[in-house]
């Protein structure tokens, strides 16, 4: 089964850049298999919400984001490395919050709007926290 790992998250001045990482414990593209892999973010007292989704076999990607993150975030992935990330630039206060990965079924990256609750496999999530 596939395990995520997140990782890169951390403080960080308004302004600036993180990078964080999402590792999977097994390939991300098979010959048989594509995966969905999502980021999502929690900030205190608000719900789960899409960040950007990446389909691991064409690489396409699906921004889930509203206006406040639109030009900031850009999903990638390195096949090689079954790693997913997320540069995020240009932070803002209202950023903070703990960023998950999940990832699900390769067709759930061809969805216009897919609840968290789709994807079967998430990591434990890293804190992101943006100081004015």
């Known amino acids: 089964q596939m395990q995520l790992v997140e990782s890169g998250g951390g403080s960080a001045q308004a302004g600036g850049s993180l990078t964080l990482s999402c590792a999977a414990s097994i390939k991300i593209v098979t010959k048989q298999s594509t995966y969905c892999i999502g980021w999502f973010r929690q900030a205190p007292g608000k719900e789960r919400e899409g960040v950007a989704r990446?389909?691991?076999?064409?690489?396409?990607?699906?921004?889930d984001y509203d206006d406040s993150m639109k030009g900031r975030f850009t999903i990638s992935r390195d096949n090689a490395k079954n790693t997913v990330y997320l540069q995020m630039n240009s932070l803002k206060p209202e950023d903070t919050g703990m960023y998950y990965c999940?990832?699900?079924?390769?067709?759930?990256?061809?969805?216009?709007?897919?609840?968290?609750?789709?994807?079967?496999?998430w990591g434990q999530g890293t804190q992101v926290t943006v100081s004015s």
């Open positions: 990446i389909e691991t076999g064409g690489g396409t990607t699906y921004y």
């Open positions: 999940a990832a699900g079924p390769g067709f759930l990256c061809a969805v216009e709007s897919i609840p968290p609750r789709r994807f079967g496999r």
